[in-house]
């Protein structure tokens, strides 16, 4: 019983962190550590670093 219980918390909150996502993202951004911590990481992944540095030095 414990264990039905426990994984219907969690469905329940992946469910609500799903449909409030970008009200949670926003309102994580908007703390300045947060968001530098957000960048430092997002910048530490070859893939979205790669297509930043692409989308700043495209030749025109």
């Known amino acids: 019983m414990r264990l039905i219980l426990r994984m219907a918390m969690m469905g329940g ?3 609500l ?13 908007s703390n300045s550590f947060l968001r530098k911590l957000f960048v430092k990481g997002s910048l530490n ?3 979205v670093r790669e297509k930043m540095v692409q989308g700043m030095f495209r030749p025109e």
Do not use: K, S, V
């Open 13 to 15: 909150a992946a469910y």
């Open 45 to 47: 992944m070859p893939g």
């Open 17 to 29: 962190g799903f449909r409030y996502r970008y009200r949670l993202l926003n309102t994580a951004l």
